[in-house]
């Protein structure tokens, strides 16, 4: 649905696109989880093109670069625990679906200074606007509470970051932003957008997909054991015996 | 240096989990334990997830206890009828664990029931054998043994019907007790990750009066054979067996349980016994501080279909 903004937006605004144009790439489109992941770095750089008669004009507004990277969507099942005779249980549970299981947001100034929420809500740019779309509850304070405890969960795993000074500015033109994605990322497609902002008001956007996969081993075992359930655990288990043959086999000579 | 789990998702240290494996092998050495019970507490202390931790230390007992079954053999102290009947009830007991584990998951209550379970199993197991242990170190100070247990005291238990003659264990007796037996520790090997070996060994000690030489051989092999079930019901009805997580937990733990054996035999039984029942304590105490403590977030996220 945002991708469909962009481009509607992209098709509509033509002359703003010719006046200031954006221009952005990634350093990898596929980042690779192996035996030895411990995460690694997407860098997103970009550079601002402008024609030279519109080189006064932008002396007088301000500009903005935001930087956004949305990992797949997923089917998230929030609970929330109560103390029942002192001990703490689950007790209530609401699904959310389509919130982005990964989302970063790096941005040249804090967001709510950059554009009205209005606008950050249309784009779902930052913490506060990454929205399901939809919710097992018909309660929207309800369903947002338990949105915002996704938020919380997933900051702390660190795959959700907000990051309002993240936009790094090489020359007047040129921008780079370093993306972290950690090991526990999900494996999937991912999107990276780029939006140039002037005075609040989306100038230029830019979408660029990229994949997270585990490649090698990892892959193997996890589709062995989503695939062909039934022989990775009789697998398992034969590694299991041999173990414990070899060991007492080795132990009783020495 | 980092190792990616891929069923557990998440990057753990592999010295740390070598470590863990080599430590409560170590103990289960010492004690004659599977070590079950540390294992899967220790995992979900470390931050993995609850039902990956149940079914992939399954997979660790297994490895144990086949060196344990290898040992016995030999010295020709398994009860092989005994065994068998134990396995029925164990694999009945399996099979409903893990469908029970799979509603229980559903549910979001998988964390709350492994660790009151726990609570409770280590707790009673736990001051059931504290008692016992100072009771024989104050009778071994004050120099007089406790009185023997009547050797062939007869019970409900000899009451029931369907008699079955085991020559190993010199019994006979009906085949409903080892069958409930089995099934129970059945469904805590897969409800809770145990091997149940500390339940085993004393209820067929002290309920169906087998002669001691032939329990540790029996409850090996009942052990082996249902944790190698519940490793494959578990691996392919809930995808929870993390096959590089275990192979280093199996590494680390057949290395300690060799020096634990060794370190075993220099201290008397009833130290064992009582060293054993305050780690159980302790274990328990930890797990039921998480109940009871307010947590840092009342809410918590499981993403489906990962």
Known sequence: ?254 | MEIYLPIAEMSVHWLIILGMGGAVGFLSGMFGVGGGFLLTPLLIFYGIPSEVAVATTASHITASSMAGVIAHWKRRTVDFAMAGVLLAGGLMGTSIGVYLFKLLREAGQSEFVVSAGYVILLGTVGGLMLNESQQALRAARSGNPLPARPARHHNWIHGLPLKMRFRQSRLYISVFPPLVLGFIVGILSAIMGVGGGFILVPAMIYLLRMPTSVVMGTSFLQILCVTAATTVLQAASNYTVDIMLAGILILGGVVGAQFGVRAGSRLRGEQLRLLLAILVLAVGARLLIGLVVTPADIFSVAVEGQ
């Not at chain 1, 469909?4 to 990898?28: D, H, K, R, Y």
């Not at chain 1, 099942?77 to 209530?92: E, L, P, S, T």
């Not at chain 1, 929205?131 to 959700?160: C, D, I, W, Y």
């Open chain 1, 1 to 254: 649905m945002r991708a469909a903004l962009i481009a509607i937006f992209l098709a509509l605004m033509p002359a703003a696109a010719a006046a200031e144009n954006l221009v952005s790439g990634l350093s990898q489109d596929q980042i690779q989880i192996t035996s030895n992941y411990t995460g690694s770095d997407l860098v997103v750089f970009g550079a601002i093109e402008q024609s030279a008669d519109t080189e006064e004009d932008s002396e007088t507004g301000h500009r903005d670069v935001v930087v956004v990277v949305r990992g797949p969507t997923a089917k998230m099942d929030v609970r929330r625990k109560q103390r029942i005779a002192g001990i703490w249980i689950n007790n209530r549970e609401i699904t959310l679906t389509g919130m982005p299981a990964y989302y970063y947001v790096a941005s040249t100034r804090p967001l709510d200074k950059i554009a009205p929420a209005q606008t950050l809500g249309r784009y779902q740019i930052g913490l506060d606007y990454v929205k399901p779309e939809r919710a097992s509850t018909h309660n929207p304070a309800r369903a947002e509470q338990f949105r915002q405890a996704v938020v919380r969960e997933r900051v702390r795993g660190h795959l959700f970051t907000e990051a309002p000074a993240g936009v790094e500015f090489l020359s007047y033109s040129l921008f780079r932003v370093h993306v972290p994605v950690p090991a526990s990322a999900p494996r999937g497609q991912y999107t990276a957008e780029v939006y140039l902002f002037k005075d609040g008001v989306v100038m230029a956007a830019q979408s660029t997909p990229l994949f997270v996969d585990q490649i090698g081993l990892e892959r193997r075992l996890f589709s062995f054991a989503h695939n062909d359930a039934f022989a990775y655990g009789v697998a398992t288990v034969i590694m299991a015996m041999l173990l414990g043959w070899l060991s007492s086999l080795i132990f009783r000579r020495a």
